[in-house]
């Protein structure tokens, strides 16, 4: 594989919102993507974007893709990079794309001076799991993620 990483432009809404549902599928929740095109577009290449996408790139044919965004440690008083999702085709996994996906942003996070590169990963990925570790990423054990969405977060935020 001749792997290249490029940052996607708004030309890449529609390969993007293909990954975005290609990954929904893989992890039993196609039902749950509700953005369109033009949201990929509003909200990945806007002036006003706070997210960032890149492309994974085969030969100049796309096989994966990461999106990512700036979080915030007030404990090292640096930005981190937080990885949203990260997709690779089936038929170019196991071929580098997905590692070269996350040192590109590890490198990207170094150079521009963040703390941290984080992500999550559902815990019966299992395949996934084994990747991250196999390079000396580690879950983290003492944090619970919660969330807030759909009319349970407008119904608190009204309260």
Request: hydrophobic fraction near 25%; aromatic fraction near 0%.
């Given at each position: 594989m001749t792997l290249f990483i490029r940052p996607a432009t708004a030309n890449d809404a529609i390969l993007v919102h293909q990954f975005i549902t290609e990954l929904a599928i893989y992890e039993k929740a196609e039902d749950e993507v509700e953005a369109s095109v033009d949201d990929i577009k509003r909200s990945l290449f806007s002036e006003?974007?706070?997210?960032?996408?890149v492309i994974c790139e085969d030969d100049e044919m796309p096989v994966g893709f990461a999106v990512f965004f700036y979080n915030y440690s007030t404990w090292q008083g640096k930005n981190g990079v937080y990885l949203e999702d990260l997709y690779v085709?089936?038929?170019?996994?196991?071929?580098g794309a997905g590692k070269a996906l996350l040192k590109y942003l590890a490198k990207h996070a170094v150079d521009n001076n963040c703390g941290r590169f984080e992500w999550s990963v559902l815990d019966w990925n299992k395949p996934a799991i084994d990747f991250y570790e196999s390079f000396g990423a580690k879950a983290k054990d003492e944090w619970l993620g919660y969330r807030l969405s759909g009319k349970e977060l407008i119904a608190f935020a009204k309260n």
């Open positions: 006003t974007a706070t997210a960032h996408c085709t089936p038929d170019a996994r196991g071929k």
